[in-house]
C-alpha cells in the first residue's frame, strides 16, 4: 500500500523545469532553467489527467528560477515571490495585468546571493519574507506595498533548509544539526543533528507540526521542537 499514487501529467515541456509552485485549484506555475515563467493548467478529471501550458513570459529572467512562492491569501498581497540563481529575490504580480505576472517594483538588491527563502503569509494581509544569505538570515516584513528589511540573523554555519514553524520562530537545518531560531530575538534551541549519512537536511511545516528528515527517516516534532510521535516515516530513498 502506498501513501501516494504517482501520475505522470506532463511528459514534454520544452524546458528544464527547475521549480513548481501550485497556484489555485488547478494551475501550477512553472520556473525554469533558461529563466522563462509558464503557467500551466492541470486537468485532473480526464483520464490520464492533462496538463497544457496556457501563458508564458520568457522575460523574467536569463537565470534558473531555483524556487517560488505564491501568496494569495489577501487582494493586498496578490504577489509570486520569485529567486533566480544567486538572487537577488523579486516580486511579481498573481493578477496577470498586464501580461503574465509582471514584476512589481524594484528586486530585493541586498537579497543578492540569497540561496533560498521562506515565506510566511497570512489572510489578514500580513507577510514576513526571510532570506538565507550565506551566515546569516535576512528578515523582511510587508508593509502594504513591498517588503522592508527588519532586521539580520546571524548563523554558527549556513542554512541548508528551513521553514517557519509558528509564531516568529523558524525551523533551521544546518550542515550539522536542526534548530529552533526565534526571528523577534535571536534566540536558539538546538533540537538534534541532522544525521550520519551525509544527504542534506529536509525540513517542512505541516498544519499540526513539522517534518523534518534524519539518516532515511521523516521525524514528526511539534511547533516547539518537541517529539509529535512515536514513530517516525522510513523513506527507502
Known sequence: ????????????????????????????????????????????????????????????????????????????????????????????DLSRNGGLFPQRGQPLMKTKGCTMFTLESRGSGVATLCCALKRRIA???????????????QLVDGAKCMTWAAGPMLCIGSRREYSLISAQNSSVTPLFPTGRTGA?????????????SRDNVGVFLNFDGSAAREHGVSWTE
Not at 497544457?52 to 523574467?60: E, F, L, S, V
Not at 528578515?139 to 540573523?153: H, K, M, P
Request: aromatic letters at 4%.
Open 1 to 92: 500500500m502506498s501513501a501516494f499514487n504517482v501520475v505522470p501529467i506532463l511528459q514534454q515541456c520544452g524546458v528544464k523545469i527547475e521549480c513548481i509552485e501550485p497556484w489555485g485549484e488547478s494551475q501550477l506555475i512553472v520556473g525554469s532553467n533558461d529563466g522563462s515563467l509558464l503557467l500551466m493548467s492541470v486537468d485532473m478529471i480526464s483520464i490520464p489527467p492533462t496538463c497544457n501550458c496556457i501563458d508564458t513570459n520568457k522575460a523574467i529572467t536569463k537565470k534558473p528560477i531555483v524556487q517560488m512562492a505564491a501568496a494569495d491569501e489577501n487582494p493586498n498581497l496578490g504577489i509570486l515571490v520569485l529567486l533566480p540563481q544567486d538572487g537577488p529575490i523579486s516580486l511579481h
Open 139 to 153: 528578515i523582511y516584513n510587508w508593509d502594504g506595498t513591498g517588503f522592508v528589511e527588519a532586521r539580520e540573523l
Open 200 to 212: 542534506s537536511p529536509c525540513c517542512t511545516r505541516l498544519p499540526d507540526g513539522l517534518l523534518v
